[in-house]
T-cell receptor, first 110, second 115 residues
Framework: GEDVEQSLFLSVREGDSSVINCTYTDSSSTYLYWYKQEPGAGLQLLTYIFSNMDMKQDQRLTVLLNKKDKHLSLRIADTQTGDSAIYFCAAHTGRRALTFGSGTRLQVQP | DTGVSQDPRHKITKRGQNVTFRCDPISEHNRLYWYRQTLGQGPEFLTYFQNEAQLEKSRLLSDRFSAERPKGSFSTLEIQRTEQGDSAMYLC?????????????FGQGTRLTVV
């Protein structure tokens, strides 16, 4: 089945760019998602990319997809303290449900 | 309708007791999912409904777990004879079949603690 991997932790300074990386194993994944989870809260859908796209930009967020290497990244420009959270990468294949990574904790230092 | 709502938000129960959680999806969404999230992990799929039909169940869903969506609207997840290993956040999500990205919107979750 699908396996999704992420690095566990990233620390950046306020105003810098953050890049969170994710790899997945199932090349038939059709949609790839980024979710944000703040302490004690549910998951907030940030953005997604369809597998036939290389890049998607949405305000401060840029998603890059390298389908050959099965690598996905989320870039947050001008990172703010309010961006501190856990970010989950998720893949959707033929199954109806999503497969999530373990999450990357982003810490933004003032 | 502002999103997916789950009730209760927190539940503490003694080992061996039964618990039931409720999820109300976004009203026009016909797909409903249950996930379990343990500390430090991403959500893991438990089961999925399309309208009232339960179409898929994960191997994580033991015989002690049962989920229903009787009228294709709200859903309940029951855990019988709870064990300490059932302690987790139980997340519900809904989506609309036929939407371009099948994006799932999540509720705030029910945090279960089995003591």
């Amino acid at each position: 089945g699908e396996d999704v991997e992420q690095s566990l932790f990233l620390s950046v300074r306020e105003g810098d760019s953050s890049v969170i990386n994710c790899t997945y194993t199932d090349s038939s994944s059709t949609y790839l998602y980024w979710y944000k989870q703040e302490p004690g809260a549910g998951l907030q859908l940030l953005t997604y990319i369809f597998s036939n796209m290389d890049m998607k930009q949405d305000q401060r967020l840029t998603v890059l997809l390298n389908k050959k290497d099965k690598h996905l990244s989320l870039r947050i420009a001008d990172t703010q303290t309010g961006d501190s959270a856990i970010y989950f990468c998720a893949a959707h294949t033929g199954r109806r449900a999503l497969t999530f990574g373990s999450g990357t904790r982003l810490q933004v230092q003032p | 309708d502002t999103g997916v709502s789950q009730d209760p938000r927190h539940k503490i129960t003694k080992r061996g007791q039964n618990v039931t959680f409720r999820c109300d999806p976004i009203s026009e969404h016909n797909r409903l999912y249950w996930y379990r999230q343990t500390l430090g992990q991403g959500p893991e799929f438990l089961t999925y409904f399309q309208n009232e039909a339960q179409l898929e169940k994960s191997r994580l869903l033991s015989d002690r777990f049962s989920a229903e969506r009787p009228k294709g609207s709200f859903s309940t997840l029951e855990i019988q004879r709870t064990e300490q290993g059932d302690s987790a956040m139980y997340l519900c999500a809904s989506s609309l079949m036929g939407s371009t990205a099948t994006e799932a919107f999540f509720g705030q979750g029910t945090r279960l603690t089995v003591v």
